[in-house]
T-cell receptor
Framework: DSGVTQTPKHLITATGQRVTLRCSPR?????VYWYQQSLDQGLQFLIQ???????AKGNILERFSAQQFPDLHSELNLSSLELGDSALYFC???????????FGPGTRLLVL | GENVEQHPSTLSVQEGDSAVIKCTYS??????FPWYKQELGKGPQLIID?????GEKKDQRIAVTLNKTAKHFSLHITETQPEDSAVYFC?????????????FGTGTRLTVIP
């Protein structure tokens, strides 16, 4: 158990809908990263937050957004969903000043 | 940006044999190289990592080597066991912009045959 929690575990929705994925980092970790894992693209970095502020952006679509709250949990919002958004979404947390990232169990999103 | 290539994509070994997975990276500024193991239905789990100021690191049956000049690093698993069966990912961090996001290889599906 990495200490990172993600909810929900599974999510099934329809095209055009909006969903919110939640991540709680390990106690004391200030950074949260979001990654998307799909069969054709592998594991790809989406966005990073550090202590409530956006730190870096990767291949994140404009339809996707995220935020990190004062209690350091983070939410990834996916809107106007398309079939191709079906994937596993992982968050990872990291302690300030360290490189190691610890991954949560992921949310499996299926868009029908 | 960083580009990490990983080989082979699949690997089958007999229980007790060794397994080697190789990765190359493109950005000479990369300085941290973790390896993750992902079992079915679970998130990636860190199994070992190495920093650019170290050439080799070992943890029981797992070892990682790094060749900075050639920009490649490898994972070695000795005395493989059926529970080693999983997908393994190498990754690299190129901290050029203050971000520490991981660039992943495409994964190696390791099967250990009892």
């Amino acid at each position: 158990d990495s200490g990172v929690t993600q909810t929900p575990k599974h999510l099934i929705t329809a095209t055009g809908q909006r969903v919110t994925l939640r991540c709680s980092p390990r106690s004391g970790d200030l950074s949260v990263y979001w990654y998307q894992q799909s069969l054709d693209q592998g594991l790809q970095f989406l966005i990073q937050y550090y202590n409530g502020e956006e730190r870096a952006k990767g291949n994140i679509l404009e339809r996707f957004s995220a935020q990190q709250f004062p209690d350091l949990h983070s939410e990834l919002n996916l809107s106007s969903l398309e079939l191709g958004d079906s994937a596993l979404y992982f968050c990872a947390s990291q302690r300030g000043g360290e490189e190691t990232q610890y991954f949560g169990p992921g949310t499996r999103l299926l868009v029908l | 940006g960083e580009n990490v290539e990983q080989h082979p994509s699949t690997l089958s070994v007999q229980e007790g044999d060794s397994a080697v997975i190789k990765c190359t990276y493109s950005d000479s500024a990369s300085n941290y190289f973790p390896w993750y193991k992902q079992e079915l239905g679970k998130g990636p789990q860190l199994i070992i990592d190495i920093r650019s100021n170290v050439g080799e690191k070992k943890d029981q049956r797992i070892a990682v080597t790094l060749n900075k000049t050639a920009k490649h690093f490898s994972l070695h698993i000795t005395e493989t066991q059926p529970e080693d069966s999983a997908v393994y990912f190498c990754a690299a961090i190129a901290d050029q912009t203050g971000a520490n996001n991981l660039f992943f290889g495409t994964g190696t599906r390791l099967t250990v045959i009892p």
